[in-house]
């Protein structure tokens, strides 16, 4: 019962490939998967890559190559919704592909073939997931990043939003926000692979969970913050709420 960790930048993996035993590195289709044990449970750490195609790959070649039994997603997002602040931390429910429009052949967003607007993750999965960073925000040796306000990081559930574009405008993050909330889809966070393995993870049957931190509220400053969480938090993120997750499983 393997577990696939799935992270999007190199930074936020490399904590997971350092505590990794018998880690073994295996190419395919131009990617390195990482398979060992994490913490006594068996896993494979791999890197999506940057938007939805690269992430649809990464997430196939896991389903059809390493038969994993379940796939959790680690990343950093832009905030969007209210009170959706940098350091927090953000378990999807489902996701949205922000750029599909087949409209008027199908409702905005929704893609083609698949029921509805929105991609579900697995909620077993998902509770485990926002259990882990649950007990990660609690525990007082876990150096999470606090706001220059003094305000602690807080976990939200709910929908993420997908898409091939790196928001950092605040006009932009509107245009995209709006409508969705309008149409009853109120979106905490955008990135740009999460929704893309929602879908392979449909086809195959994978239970898939994400979670993302919070790195820029995807406005003029989203360039400015972002290199910055990256380096500084991002990894730390990923190793704690790691850590807790597997032992739930
Ligand atoms: N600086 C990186 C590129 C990062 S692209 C490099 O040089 O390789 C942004 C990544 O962070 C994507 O994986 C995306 O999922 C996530 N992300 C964080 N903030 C985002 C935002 N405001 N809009 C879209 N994606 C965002």
Request: net charge negative.
């Amino acid at each position: 019962m393997t577990t696939a960790i799935l992270s999007a930048l190199p930074e936020e993996q490399s904590g997971l490939v350092d505590s990794l035993q018998q880690a073994r590195r295996v190419t395919h289709a131009g990617r390195a998967f990482w398979e060992g044990e994490l913490h006594g449970k068996p896993v494979v750490l791999a890197l999506s890559g940057i938007g939805k195609v690269a992430a649809a790959t990464t997430a196939t070649v896991l389903a059809e190559r390493f038969r994993v039994a379940r796939i959790v997603f680690t990343g950093v997002a832009g905030g969007v919704g209210e009170g959706v602040r940098v350091g927090d931390v953000v378990v999807a429910r489902d996701y949205v592909q922000h750029d599909m429009d087949a409209s008027p052949l199908f409702a905005r967003w929704q893609v083609p073939g698949y029921p509805g607007v929105r991609l579900p993750c697995d909620s077993a999965l998902s509770a485990h997931l926002s259990g882990a960073v649950g007990a990660c925000l609690e525990s007082a040796g876990v150096d999470f990043h606090v706001n220059p306000e003094g305000r602690l990081p807080r976990l939200h559930e709910g929908l993420v939003a997908s898409g091939d574009r790196f928001v950092t405008c605040a006009q932009v993050s509107r245009a995209l926000r709006e409508p969705l909330v309008a149409a009853g889809h109120d979106v905490l966070a955008v990135e740009m692979e999460g929704a893309a393995v929602a879908q392979v993870c449909l086809d195959y049957g994978v239970p898939f969970a994400a979670v993302r931190t919070i790195s820029d509220r995807a406005d003029d400053d989203a360039h400015v913050d972002f290199p910055l969480f990256i380096q500084t938090v991002a990894s730390r993120y990923a190793d704690h709420i790691v850590r807790h997750l597997l032992k739930l499983l």
